[in-house]
């Protein structure tokens, strides 16, 4: 039986519709600076990154794997459309690959290490994965949002949205998030009661508010920004 090896923590589908016309996608290393120039073939992944090694009874090496590949499909259902402008009722779908995306993060087990070191720093690969997946599973409700807006760039704009290998942005004692989902849309996510009984909506941001999201992008990345031009200026 073939094991897959290749493992992406930002999925190909979600990249995907960053890149140009042509297949290009930039990525922007916020550690060293570097700018690299790939696709979503390329980019957001690490060799063995979602493997058991040492795989429990009844469970294969790529049992969480084939579970996260599942989840991204109906995501990537929901967010074709709510691009082709048909809200779905019913976004959970995409809730839960949002906790996947934000909980399975490299970046974030170099800090927990850094920070938790005496808690964590015995962990086995297997078991962080574990925790990472059930961490994810345990809190997607909570990406559920009562009301949803769509941000869209119109055509002709030379502006355009960036997003990050943690691309959720999540405000902190605020009931609010962000989600690029294309260079030219942003989810705007909302769990404040007040807006319980409003429809999803699309908008068109003005050139402040985008460069605005850009600027939290930035400054909410774990570590990789990606971009459809060489550009990563707000």
Same mark, same amino acid.
């Given at each position: 039986?073939? #094991?897959?090896?290749?493992?992406? +923590?930002?999925?190909?589908?979600?990249? @995907?519709?960053?890149?140009?016309?042509?297949?290009?996608?930039?990525?922007?290393?916020?550690?060293?600076? @570097?700018?690299?120039?790939?696709?979503?073939?390329?980019? %957001?992944?690490? @060799?063995?990154?979602?493997?058991?090694?040492?795989?429990?009874?009844?469970?294969?090496?790529?049992?969480?794997?084939?579970?996260?590949?599942?989840?991204? %499909?109906?995501?990537?259902?929901?967010?074709?459309?709510?691009?082709? %402008?048909?809200?779905?009722?019913?976004?959970?779908?995409? &809730?839960?690959?949002?906790?996947?995306?934000?909980?399975?993060?490299?970046?974030?087990?170099?800090?927990?290490?850094?920070?938790?070191?005496?808690?964590?720093?015995?962990?086995?690969?297997?078991?962080?994965?574990?925790?990472?997946?059930?961490?994810?599973?345990?809190?997607?409700?909570?990406? #559920?949002? /009562? +009301?949803?807006?769509?941000? #869209?760039?119109?055509?002709?704009?030379?502006?355009?949205?960036?997003?990050?290998?943690?691309?959720?942005?999540?405000?902190?004692?605020?009931?609010?998030?962000? /989600?690029?989902?294309?260079?030219?849309?942003?989810?705007? /996510?909302?769990?404040?009661? &007040?807006?319980?009984?409003?429809?999803?909506?699309?908008?068109?941001?003005?050139?402040?508010?985008?460069?605005?999201?850009?600027?939290?992008?930035?400054?909410?990345?774990?570590?990789?920004?990606?971009?459809?031009?060489?550009?990563? &200026?707000?």
């Amino acid at each position: 039986m073939t #094991v897959s090896k290749r493992h992406h +923590y930002t999925p190909r589908y979600y990249l @995907k519709r960053f890149e140009t016309e042509a297949g290009a996608l930039w990525r922007l290393d916020s550690e060293t600076g @570097k700018i690299t120039k790939g696709n979503n073939e390329r980019f %957001g992944f690490k @060799k063995r990154w979602n493997s058991l090694r040492n795989p429990p009874p009844g469970y294969a090496p790529d049992w969480a794997e084939k579970q996260i590949a599942v989840i991204d %499909g109906m995501a990537s259902k929901v967010i074709t459309e709510i691009l082709e %402008g048909q809200f779905p009722a019913d976004i959970r779908k995409l &809730a839960m690959a949002i906790s996947f995306m934000h909980h399975n993060q490299p970046r974030l087990r170099r800090e927990l290490e850094t920070v938790h070191p005496d808690k964590v720093g015995h962990w086995s690969e297997d078991y962080w994965l574990v925790v990472r997946l059930k961490t994810a599973l345990d809190n997607w409700e909570s990406y #559920v949002p /009562l +009301y949803y807006a769509l941000n #869209v760039i119109p055509p002709g704009s030379d502006q355009r949205f960036l997003t990050s290998s943690n691309p959720l942005i999540d405000f902190t004692n605020k009931p609010t998030m962000l /989600l690029p989902l294309s260079s030219r849309h942003c989810l705007f /996510l909302s769990n404040d009661p &007040a807006h319980r009984n409003f429809g999803p909506v699309t908008r068109k941001p003005d050139a402040d508010e985008i460069a605005g999201i850009n600027r939290m992008t930035i400054k909410n990345a774990w570590q990789y920004l990606y971009s459809s031009t060489e550009s990563f &200026a707000e």
